[in-house]
C-alpha cells in the first residue's frame, strides 16, 4: 500500500510539473505573438558608412607618406606629399611669361602717352598755324587790291602770296599731324587691349600651373580614419590613382533588407531599435529616414529575369536607410558591422 501511494505521489508531481511548463510555455508564446505584432524585426542589415578613396590628381613620385594604416584623421591633414619640381618650374615659367606680358603692357601706355602728348602738341601747333594762315591770307587779300591799283609790284605780291600758301600748307600738315598722333593712339590702345585679353589667357594659365602644383599636396577630404595603406615613399603614381581610402566616422547608418511583406506600413521618421552583434546588452534608438522605391535585386548589376519561363517565386528584400537618433553614443561601431532592426509601432 506505501508503494502504491508513493507512486500515486509521484504521478501528481509530474502532472503538475507538466502543467506548469505548458503554462509556461503559453504564457511565453503568446508574449512571443504580442511581441512580434509590435514590431518588424530583421537581421539583414548592415552599418554603412562613407569610405571614399583618396586619389591622385597629378603624376608623380611619392617623396613623403603620412599616414598610418587605421589612422584618426581630420579635414585638411597632409597624407601623401609628391615630388613638386616640375610643376614649380612650370609656374614659375608661367610667372616669367606674364611678367613680359606686364612689361609689354608699361611700354604701350608710355607710347599711349607720348602720342597723347604729341595730339596735344599737335593742336597747339594747329592754332599757331591757323593764325599764321589767317593773317598771311589778310595781307594777301590786301596786296591783290594794291596790286589793281598798281601800288606795290607784282614781284612784291608774289613774296606775300609765296607766304600765305606756305602758311597753308603748314596749317595742313599740322592736321595731318594730329590725325596721326590720334591713329597712333587708337593704334597703341588696340594692341593694349589684344594684350590685356592675352594676360587673362597667361593668368588663367599661371592659376592652372598652381592648382597642378597644389595637387601634389595629398590631404584629406574629411574627417575620418584611413584603410589600409598600399604606397610606399619613391612609388610612381599616375593621375586618378587611388592611394587610401578615408573612413567617414561622422557620419553612419544601417541598411536593412526587409521583407517585402513588411514594409506596408513603414513610413519617413518612424521609430528604430537596433541591436548591434558585436556590443551585447546595448540597445540604439533610430529613425527611418528613406525607403528604397524598388527591390535591393533590382539595384543589382545583372537582375533577375523571370520571363524565360522557370519561374519560382522567391520574397524580394527591401532597403530602408535608418539613422541613429544619437550620432555621439556610437563611436564603438563600425562600419560592415552586423546588426538587428526592429521597427517600432507599425501602422
Same mark, same amino acid.
Request: hydrophobic share 40%; charged share 25%.
Given at each position: 500500500m506505501k508503494n502504491k501511494s508513493k507512486k500515486n505521489n509521484s504521478g501528481g508531481i509530474f502532472t503538475i510539473t507538466a502543467l506548469?511548463?505548458?503554462?509556461?510555455?503559453?504564457?511565453?508564446?503568446? +508574449?512571443? +505573438?504580442?511581441?512580434?505584432?509590435?514590431?518588424?524585426?530583421?537581421?539583414d542589415a548592415q552599418v554603412e558608412s562613407y569610405i571614399n578613396p583618396v586619389s591622385a590628381r597629378a603624376s608623380g613620385y611619392i617623396t613623403?607618406? *603620412?599616414?598610418?594604416?587605421? %589612422?584618426?584623421?581630420?579635414?585638411?591633414?597632409? +597624407?601623401?606629399? *609628391?615630388?613638386?619640381?616640375?610643376n614649380s618650374f612650370k609656374v614659375h615659367e608661367a610667372e616669367a611669361i606674364l611678367e613680359d606680358?606686364?612689361? %609689354?603692357?608699361?611700354? *604701350?601706355?608710355?607710347?599711349?602717352?607720348v602720342a597723347q602728348t604729341s595730339i596735344l602738341v599737335a593742336e597747339n601747333q594747329i592754332a599757331s598755324a591757323k593764325a599764321r594762315l589767317w593773317q598771311q591770307k589778310q595781307d594777301n587779300l590786301r596786296y591783290q587790291k594794291l596790286l589793281k591799283d598798281e601800288a606795290v609790284t607784282g614781284q612784291?605780291?608774289? %613774296?606775300?602770296?609765296?607766304?600765305?600758301d606756305v602758311a597753308q600748307n603748314d596749317y595742313n600738315a599740322t592736321i595731318n599731324t594730329l590725325l596721326n598722333s590720334q591713329?597712333?593712339?587708337k593704334e597703341l590702345k588696340t594692341r593694349k587691349a589684344l594684350l590685356d585679353a592675352d594676360i587673362k589667357r597667361k593668368q588663367a594659365i599661371l592659376d592652372l600651373a598652381k592648382i597642378n602644383l597644389s595637387y601634389t599636396v595629398i590631404t584629406s577630404p574629411y574627417t575620418g580614419k584611413t584603410g589600409r595603406k598600399q604606397i610606399l615613399e619613391g612609388q610612381q603614381v599616375q593621375m586618378g590613382q587611388p592611394l587610401v581610402s578615408i573612413v567617414n566616422e561622422n557620419e553612419k547608418w544601417v541598411t536593412a533588407n526587409f521583407k517585402e511583406t513588411q514594409v506596408s506600413g513603414f513610413y519617413v521618421g518612424q521609430d528604430v531599435k537596433i541591436k548591434v552583434d558585436a556590443i551585447d546588452g546595448k540597445e540604439y534608438k533610430g529613425k527611418i529616414q528613406a525607403i528604397a522605391a524598388s527591390t535591393?535585386?533590382?539595384?543589382? *548589376? +545583372?537582375?533577375?529575369?523571370?520571363?524565360?519561363?522557370?519561374?519560382?517565386?522567391?520574397?524580394?528584400?527591401?532597403p530602408v536607410k535608418i539613422v541613429f537618433a544619437?550620432?555621439?553614443?556610437?563611436?564603438?561601431?563600425?562600419?560592415?558591422?552586423?546588426?538587428?532592426?526592429?521597427v517600432v509601432n507599425r501602422i
Open positions: 506548469v511548463i505548458a503554462a509556461a510555455a503559453i504564457s511565453c508564446f503568446t +508574449l512571443y +505573438l504580442i511581441e512580434v505584432k509590435k514590431y518588424e524585426e530583421t537581421n613623403k607618406v *603620412l599616414f598610418e594604416e587605421h %589612422q584618426n584623421v581630420k579635414k585638411g591633414d597632409t +597624407l601623401v606629399i *609628391l615630388d613638386n619640381r616640375e606680358s606686364y612689361a %609689354q603692357i608699361k611700354v *604701350l601706355d608710355a607710347g599711349i602717352n612784291e605780291y608774289e %613774296q606775300i602770296k609765296t607766304k600765305y591713329s597712333k593712339v535591393g535585386s533590382k539595384f543589382s *548589376l +545583372l537582375p533577375a529575369d523571370n520571363s524565360t519561363g522557370n519561374f519560382v517565386k522567391i520574397i524580394q528584400r527591401i544619437d550620432h555621439k553614443a556610437i563611436e564603438q561601431i563600425r562600419s560592415g558591422m552586423n546588426v538587428t532592426v526592429m
